[in-house]
């Protein structure tokens, strides 16, 4: 877990206010430093990507959806940061397409805490 003098930079994008609520306060309980997006173009306008250690990015989301803004940032010169994807909804093709590119993991809600605060760590740790 991250270290109290510097602690990693986790990056939430969810359209929903009270999921990202709920995931800041425990992401921060857990030692992180988080941030929060309601849309994906809101996480590129930030100036905070290149500083994201680790990017917890819902699937379906208003405008560009979590696979077009995997796909975006896969355009960086450094790379996307780990990706650790998150839906409601159950479909074995987006699954695959994201795993494929590279996300670390693909969770589904309602989150288990515990394997989220795991596929964090494994992220960071990439």
Do not use: W
């Not at 988080?34 to 917890?56: G, K, N, R």
């Not at 405008?63 to 796909?71: A, I, P, T, V």
């Amino acid at each position: 877990y991250p270290t109290m003098d510097e602690p990693s930079r986790i990056s939430r994008v969810d359209d929903d206010a009270s999921v990202r609520r709920a995931l800041k306060r425990f992401c921060k309980s857990a030692g992180y430093h988080v941030d929060a997006f309601e849309s994906a173009e809101a996480f590129l306008d930030s100036q905070l990507v290149d500083q994201t250690d680790c990017l917890v990015l819902d699937v379906h989301l208003p405008g560009r959806d979590g696979l077009q803004l995997q796909c975006e940032l896969m355009k960086l010169a450094g790379g996307p940061p780990p990706i650790i994807f998150v839906t409601a909804f159950e479909n074995a093709k987006t699954r695959i397409e994201a795993l494929s590119r590279g996300a670390v993991e693909f969770l589904y809600k309602p989150l288990d805490n515990q394997r989220l605060l795991e596929a964090i760590q494994q992220a960071i740790e990439k």
